[in-house]
């Protein structure tokens, strides 16, 4: 394996990959900062490490679980290893490639987070398909330059999309964006041969 590649490096989304053992092979900058740890110090850790104590007697089942069905999405209190517990949302993903197990973390959603247009429908996209394809590669690391060059479009409409994206998702700034694009369903991130 070549290690992941720079989408995931480079993605404002705290991501970890995790092998068969629950070991974490690799952390993105985004992860190491949400866990307060250089990655060499998280690529010594287990999923179990940062699970507390009352809870790791359920982690083989909950393993088993995901392993089976292929994904999981949830809320996760974790153990940090100074001591607090940090309470984060995530979206694991098994399987990414051969005996490697994605997880996205992200911070629970606050009350500004909440759902700001009651009278839409739950479940109804927000975002058009070109804003989704936009936050999609801004949470995937890439510039607006970069978007705007792929997708055949200037810069400036990159930067119109982004504001979209922030007006729509009420977002603070492009990682709030990322994160509430993510948790609404608005956008996945597909690593595909990135993480190889």
Not at 47 to 57: F, G, H, S, Y
Not at 99 to 105: A, E, N, P
Not at 129 to 153: C, P, Q
Request: aromatic share 4%; proline share 6%.
């Amino acid at each position: 394996m070549s290690g992941p590649g720079p989408s995931f490096r480079s993605s404002l989304l705290p991501m970890v990959l995790a092998d068969d053992e629950r070991h974490y092979v690799a952390a993105n900058p985004a992860a190491c900062l949400l866990l307060r740890l250089p990655e060499e110090a998280i690529l010594r850790l287990r999923v179990d490490d940062l699970t507390p104590v009352e809870a790791r007697q359920q982690m083989d089942e909950l393993w088993a679980a995901f392993l089976s069905e292929g994904t999981q999405r949830g809320s996760f209190e974790m153990q940090m290893p100074d001591g607090p517990r940090l309470a984060v949302e995530y979206s694991a993903t098994a399987h990414v490639e051969q005996g490697r197990h994605l997880s996205i973390l992200m911070f629970p959603p606050t009350a500004g987070d909440v759902e700001q247009d009651p009278g839409r429908a739950a479940g109804t996209d927000l975002l058009t398909d070109r804003e989704r394809e936009v936050l999609n590669r801004v949470a995937m690391g890439m510039g607006s330059t970069w978007i705007a060059s792929t997708l055949g479009v200037s810069t400036s409409t990159v930067e119109t999309h982004v504001r979209h994206c922030l007006r729509k998702l009420h977002a603070r700034n492009r990682a709030h964006a990322i994160a509430l694009g993510v948790r609404r369903g608005e956008i996945r991130l597909d690593l595909g041969d990135d993480t190889r």
